[in-house]
């Protein structure tokens, strides 16, 4: 009973943008859309997180569409670290995360 | 400043016999969690700690499984008679605590093989 769709790998070549699309079509109201990310090895970062409205730090982009059902996060210039499983998840908490399996991007030379 | 470390890194066990593995969260950092994540998966969730007091441990899987957080610090995942299935990354994550949106910041994890 997933909450959240997202494709299970993507190819980026360095310096490009990588978009990263997430369905999540039965979101509410109340819940937030959290991104982290996980390279190989390590634990999990927090990139972004957004409600509505669209975010942007110094890591990422989070464009959530008008009636919320998917959003997409954008590295605008990917490197090689950028290579990594990310993770999108809904909550009405950041003390309530669900990981699912998430996008494994590799960033290509 | 540091972040979140786990002792040991890497935790070779027995069948059957007992494990703690500890986190070393951010200092001021009053909430803390612990998820456990198997090979390929997502990390689960299993205890979060307000302070000293278990907030929600919903995620335990059994009563082999118990975790302390004696002074709001320090917190030691316990687990006994140890399973196959238990082998895993297990990790921990702290944050502020203050605000229901505050950032998780997680350690490396410890990695458990239980033989």
């Known amino acids: 009973d997933a909450k959240t769709t997202q494709p299970p790998s993507m190819d980026c070549a360095e310096g490009r943008a990588a978009n990263l699309p997430c369905n999540h079509s039965t979101i509410s109201g109340n819940e937030y859309v959290y991104w982290y990310r996980q390279i190989h090895s390590q634990g999990p970062q927090y990139i972004i997180h957004g409600l509505k409205n669209n975010e942007t730090n110094e890591m990422a982009s989070l464009i959530i569409t008008e009636d919320r059902k998917s959003s997409t996060l954008i590295l605008p210039h990917a490197t090689l670290r950028d290579t990594a499983v990310y993770y999108c998840i809904v909550s009405p908490s950041a003390r309530q995360l669900t990981f699912g399996s998430g996008t494994q991007l590799t960033v290509l030379p | 400043g540091a972040g979140v470390s786990q002792t040991p890194s890497n935790k070779v066990t027995e069948k059957g016999k007992y494990v703690e593995l500890r986190c070393d969260p951010i200092s001021g950092h009053t909430a803390l969690y612990w998820y456990r994540q198997s090979l390929g998966q997502g990390p689960e969730f299993l205890i979060y700690?307000?302070?000293?007091?278990?907030?929600?441990d919903s995620g335990l899987p059994n009563d082999r499984f118990f975790a302390v957080r004696p002074e709001g610090s320090v917190s030691t995942l316990k687990i006994q008679r140890t399973e196959r299935g238990d082998s895993a990354v297990y990790l921990c994550a702290s944050a502020r605590g203050g605000l229901e949106t505050d950032t998780q910041y997680f350690g490396p994890g410890t990695r458990l093989t239980v033989l």
């Open positions: 700690f307000q302070g000293t007091g278990a907030a929600d």
